[in-house]
């Protein structure tokens, strides 16, 4: 028994020993990896960790300093004192002939104030735009930073940047001036405007294919709040809000985006759409609103958007939409369907069986069921779309004359009205 328990120990010691050398020769092959693959690999780390690895081997000492890819994250420090040291002693210390292409910075803590110190947001910004081996090469910027900027540094030097991300951003800055960028997010921001008739922030982003605007807050008041960028393929619009000085304004988004392929709106209220052109791309068409009033405002309201967006082929709409265009049977009797190549549908939100979607709400988003007619031969399926389109137009430009006969009429009464009220 206790030579047994001996070559036991000798079996669990030599293991240990083999362990240890297994590990010994792990972090040799990692030492012993090209330096760029290194440099690579500490790109995907926090930037203390990464510095903390300079301790490991001779060849690491210095890496941290030539990293193409730089995440700073609060998370890792006891307080925001510490973590602005250690931000602005790294960026003192980096070797600014180093190209770098994507900056992370991420400031934000459970405990921490809601407007902090900016100090830290405008250090980072302002190496960005003033050191070349970034400014000319940096493609993807990420603020995470629930502080108050009172101007947005000049981003547009950036050539190289395409990608922009912003959470939690209080400023003043109206417009993003930026031709390069591709892909802008904004996130749980807010943007004091004042008093604007027409607001167009984003006609700098000439290039621009992206927009996501989520749970945004646009201070003050804004009567037309217009989105002109002529390369943008995809619009999210999430829990937008402009509140004005005596509570939420009535804003109107006109869209400028003849390229638009998709199209995503959600939130607890739906804002009013316009549009001069014709959306010729539009693909996809999602509208999910939370709380929309049955009435005939909201009605009309969706009607002109489903209007804009009639080339969409796959289309979601909430159970509340249904619920308002269900309410109004005698508007949508004689319209005829405004989605002309559609597809697939969706209903989001109540799929029950026990939603049961009425007839004349079928008829008008699906059009009615013609069976006296179907197209055999493409040249049959071209005349007869070609008709729809036709008869969907003139139904269009009559619902536009009733309008102006409409206000024409209330514009004459309130004359009368006026003059009566004179005499």
Same mark, same amino acid.
């Given at each position: 028994?206790?030579?047994?328990? /001996?070559?036991?120990?000798?079996?669990?010691?030599?293991?240990?020993?083999?362990? #240890?050398?297994?590990?010994?020769?792990e972090e040799d092959m990692f030492t012993k990896l090209p330096e760029q693959i290194i440099v690579h690999i500490l790109s995907f780390l926090d930037a203390k960790i990464a510095v903390q690895t300079s301790v490991l081997n001779k060849r690491f000492r210095y890496l941290w300093v030539?990293?193409?890819?730089?995440? /700073?994250?609060?998370?890792s420090f006891q307080d925001a004192e510490s973590?602005?040291? /250690?931000v602005f002693n790294f960026l003192s210390c980096r070797d600014t002939s180093t190209n770098v292409f994507n900056f992370n910075l991420k400031c934000r803590k459970d405990?921490?104030?809601?407007?902090? @110190? !900016?100090?830290?947001?405008?250090?980072?910004?302002?190496?960005?735009?003033?050191?070349?081996?970034?400014?000319? !090469?940096?493609?993807?910027?990420?603020?995470?930073a629930e502080c108050a900027l009172s101007k947005l540094p000049k981003l547009s030097v950036c050539t190289s940047l395409t990608t922009l991300k912003l959470t939690y951003i209080l400023t003043l800055t109206k417009n993003f001036d930026i031709p390069s960028l591709k892909h802008l997010y904004l996130c749980c921001c807010r943007f004091v405007v004042g008093r604007v008739n027409s607001f167009d922030p984003f006609k700098g982003c000439v290039n621009l294919?992206?927009?996501?605007? @989520?749970?945004?807050?646009?201070?003050? #008041?804004i009567n037309t709040f217009k989105i002109s960028t002529p390369n943008l393929l995809d619009l999210n619009i999430s829990h937008f809000l402009v509140d004005g000085e005596f509570g939420e304004n009535d804003c109107v988004f006109e869209l400028q985006t003849p390229r638009l392929r998709y199209f995503k709106y959600d939130g607890y209220r739906l804002y009013c759409f316009s549009t001069e052109i014709n +959306? +010729?791309?539009?693909?996809?068409?999602?509208?999910?609103?939370?709380?929309l009033p049955?009435?005939?405002?909201?009605?009309?309201?969706?009607?002109?958007?489903?209007e804009i967006m009639q080339r969409a082929k796959s289309i979601s709409l909430s159970s509340k939409i249904i619920e308002v265009l269900s309410m109004f049977p005698d508007e949508l009797e004689d319209k005829c369907s405004p989605f002309t190549r559609m597809e697939t549908f969706e209903?989001?939100?109540?799929?029950?069986?026990?939603?049961?979607?009425?007839?004349?709400?079928? !008829?008008?988003? /699906?059009?009615? @069921? !013609?069976?006296?007619?179907?197209?055999q031969t493409e040249f049959e399926q071209f005349v007869f779309d070609y008709f729809k389109r036709a008869s969907n137009r003139i139904m269009r430009v009559e619902n536009s004359v009733l309008k102006v006969e409409k206000k024409v009429d209330e514009l004459i009464q309130n004359y009368i009205n006026s003059a009566y009220l004179k005499e």
């Open positions: 028994m206790k030579r047994d328990n /001996f070559y036991g120990r000798e079996s669990s010691k030599e293991e240990k020993e083999n362990k #240890e050398k297994d590990k010994e020769k030539s990293l193409p890819v730089i995440n /700073f994250d609060e998370a973590f602005e040291d /250690f405990h921490a104030p809601i407007h902090r @110190d !900016n100090h830290v947001v405008y250090y980072i910004i302002y190496h960005v735009i003033d050191t070349p081996s970034i400014t000319t !090469n940096i493609e993807v910027l990420t603020i995470l294919e992206s927009l996501h605007i @989520d749970r945004c807050t646009y201070h003050d #008041e +959306l +010729l791309f539009v693909e996809e068409l999602y509208i999910d609103v939370g709380l049955k009435d005939i405002y909201s009605l009309y309201t969706l009607i002109e958007l489903f209903l989001i939100g109540d799929t029950s069986s026990s939603f049961a979607m009425p007839q004349d709400v079928k !008829n008008y988003l /699906f059009g009615e @069921d !013609n069976s006296s007619f179907t197209p």
